[in-house]
């Protein structure tokens, strides 16, 4: 009898053992289906993303171009002009979010050459402007418009004799670009000077040099000078130490969904939008 029950017993033990496992099977298999999904949908979006060489190339270029410029922020100058303003884009810009993109403008030793100087030379004080505008990419036109960020700079005789010394380059210089001497920048969207196409997130963060970890927020407005840094017109004291640089391109397909309004904006980047983030070291910051 005892030998019975201790066989009952084990019987039961066992019974016991092997619902755990299937529960454990369905389990795992639940959470295989799961991840399979997951996996699914990042190889479609990195596909897809691989597939058009040119949103990684020409992001890659403008994030290069950019960081490049901001490495030869330009020093002291000799005067308290402004050196560097970067302001939120107002609202409007198409299906973009109002804290998507800024316009962001400095004074820099730009790398590329100034082809206006009577023999070509590298490295003069020039002033540069970094914008987002919907327009056609091709005439500038609102017929088949696209998201297209440009670099537009002018040659070092101008920014002397009109950027230095201004307390807004935004308002003072590439608003109302002066006539002399010549030739005379772009204007700030023109075609001519487009950088990217289909780019729909730009922004610029610095960082607090008093407050390493701290950095401003998307919406601010930033304004450095020869003796002075500045965050929606309040002082730094120590000003910055570095800037990172963001910049969110779509795809084609991306671009076209979004303007037809079949996916919102943060949909289409998950599904169709790629990102570049760059840190450059300021120099010179008071």
Not at 57 to 82: F, I, K, M, N, W
Not at 120 to 134: D, K
Request: proline share 7%; net charge negative.
């Amino acid at each position: 009898m005892r030998n019975s029950r201790l066989s009952s017993h084990r019987r039961d033990a066992d019974a016991f053992t092997l619902i755990e496992m299937l529960v454990a099977v369905a389990v795992t298999a639940v959470l295989v289906v799961l991840l399979s999904a997951v996996i699914q949908n990042v190889l479609g979006i990195y596909s897809r993303l691989a597939g058009d060489p040119a949103i990684s190339s020409q992001t890659r270029l403008a994030v290069r171009q950019l960081v490049g410029d901001l490495e030869a922020l330009a020093p002291q100058t000799g005067t308290d002009g402004e050196l560097l303003r970067m302001t939120p884009e107002p609202a409007g810009i198409a299906k973009l979010q109002a804290d998507s993109v800024v316009w962001l403008t400095f004074l820099t030793s730009a790398t590329d050459r100034d082809d206006s100087m009577p023999v070509p030379v590298e490295g003069l004080l020039r002033s540069v402007s970094y914008r987002v505008a919907h327009k056609n990419p091709i005439d500038g036109t609102v017929i088949d418009p696209g998201y297209i960020l440009f670099r537009s700079i002018g040659s070092s005789s101008h920014t002397f004799a009109n950027g230095i010394g201004k307390e807004n380059l935004q308002t003072e210089y590439w608003d109302s670009l002066p006539a002399f001497p010549s030739p005379t920048p772009l204007p700030p969207t023109d075609v001519r000077n487009h950088l990217a196409v289909d780019i729909v997130g730009f922004q610029v963060r610095f960082e607090y040099a008093n407050s390493p970890g701290v950095w401003t927020k998307p919406g601010d407005t930033v304004r450095i000078t020869a003796s002075t840094s500045e965050v929606n017109g309040t002082p730094v004291p120590g000003g910055f130490q570095c800037a990172e640089v963001t910049i969110t391109v779509l795809s084609k397909k991306g671009s076209m969904l979004l303007d037809q309004g079949i996916l919102t904006l943060n949909e289409t980047i998950r599904q169709h939008g790629r990102t570049e983030i760059s840190q450059v070291q300021l120099r010179g910051q008071p």
